[in-house]
């Protein structure tokens, strides 16, 4: 009898193994379809942990907070009214790019810094509205010599790069000028922005994005007052004219025409906790830490999804919300409920919601998603 036992335990054992491996494949299945519907190719994986994350621009946090206002839930959706263009899809793309080791061969006072921002990132549904570059100098902190000395001036010069450079070669044949401006030596932080919306399409096509290059050049100043840096060293140590931090980012607005569409109002519904078995909207929060989704979504931590339930009785009420056609089953329906099933409590009134997420590549994502939270319910 025993070895009856522990035999039938052990097929016990394999059949509840085999039935949560069932279970796991279709929870990463239903996880695949939504991130799906959401525009999303797989689950993002940011890198790093969450301390060593690029922070969020202020300029999104600001888009999220207003996005979730009721005056903006009513305005179009495909538009994003801070940049004046179309879109539902707002990235800040990061700089991959480096600072070049030691001084430009082709200019020996000058600081290069190579700007990489990879378009990849964008699925080829999407149609690219604007992509606005940003670079920050942030000055370290003065010494009192410095200051001593009055204005100095950085020439600034921005080039993109048309073609590999090939070893030998002089660099400044493959590079066009973009841009070239001056700025001043100050307390605070400083800035440029520029679109580039053309250029950034044309590096969307395989091979064709050799980047950007960004030169500095002190004006007004002794080339022996620069301090060459060694490889392995953001900028150069203590020199007597003193270099910004760089930070570059790529602003990129698009749109998804498949996620964009006419958006019905959205008033400011309260669910009302009911048992009642009336077709109705029934009140349902989604805790993203509950599917395991807090390490790649930054905001909300959650939303009210709500869902439809409940019965479609004959007659229908105007309060159900029912068709012409969901009238006459439930009709057909009283006459012959076995042959004829009752109209179904279903949706008839969504709402988007906006979130800010980590992609694979630790670029800051602000989207908008529509019918993700259910208003109404109604007989069809």
């Not at 082709?106 to 149609?127: D, G, I, R, T, Y």
């Not at 950007?212 to 007597?240: Q, T, Y």
């Not at 905001?299 to 339930?309: D, E, I, K, S, V």
Request: with cysteine.
């Amino acid at each position: 009898m025993r070895p009856n036992v522990t035999r039938l335990v052990l097929l016990a054992v394999c059949f509840l193994g085999v039935r949560a491996l069932s279970h796991v494949e279709e929870m990463k299945s239903q996880e695949r379809l939504f991130l799906s519907s959401l525009g999303l190719s797989g689950r993002p994986r940011p890198a790093g942990s969450h301390q060593s994350r690029r922070y969020v621009p202020s300029a999104l946090w600001k888009m999220f907070r207003r996005s979730e206002n009721t005056q903006a839930r009513e305005s179009d959706p495909c538009t994003v009214s801070e940049y004046g263009v179309r879109g539902n899809i707002i990235r800040y793309v990061q700089d991959q790019g480096r600072l070049v080791s030691g001084w430009s061969s082709s200019c020996q006072a000058c600081l290069e810094k190579q700007l990489f921002f990879n378009m990849s990132v964008l699925q080829p549904v999407e149609l690219l509205s604007l992509a606005q570059l940003e670079i920050k100098f942030h000055w370290k902190p003065f010494r009192s010599a410095e200051l001593l000395q009055g204005p100095r001036t950085l020439s600034v010069s921005l080039y993109k790069v048309i073609r590999a450079t090939l070893r030998g070669a002089n660099p400044q044949a493959n590079r066009r000028l973009l841009l070239s401006q001056s700025i001043q030596l100050q307390p605070e932080s400083s800035s440029i922005t520029m679109d580039l919306t053309s250029l950034a399409e044309s590096w969307r096509k395989p091979g064709r994005n050799y980047g950007l290059v960004l030169e500095l050049l002190p004006l007004s100043v002794d080339a022996n007052e620069l301090l060459p840096f060694h490889p392995g060293n953001s900028l150069p140590l203590e020199p007597a004219f003193t270099l910004p931090l760089i930070q570059a980012s790529l602003v990129a607005v698009s749109l998804n025409p498949h996620q964009c569409r006419s958006r019905q109002r959205r008033s400011a519904i309260h669910l009302p906790v009911t048992l009642s078995n009336v077709c109705k909207a029934r009140r349902l929060y989604i805790d993203f830490k509950d599917v395991g989704w807090q390490d790649w979504i930054i905001a909300p931590q959650g939303y009210m999804a709500n869902y439809c339930h409940g019965e479609c009785p004959f007659p229908l009420s105007e309060s159900l919300n029912g068709t012409n056609h969901a009238i006459l089953q439930t009709l057909v329906h009283s006459l012959d409920p076995n042959g004829t099933p009752q109209p179904c409590c279903v949706p008839i009134r969504l709402s988007p919601i906006s979130m800010l997420y980590y992609d694979n590549n630790d670029n800051v994502v602000l989207r908008h998603y529509q019918d993700m939270v259910v208003d109404e319910c109604g007989c069809r």
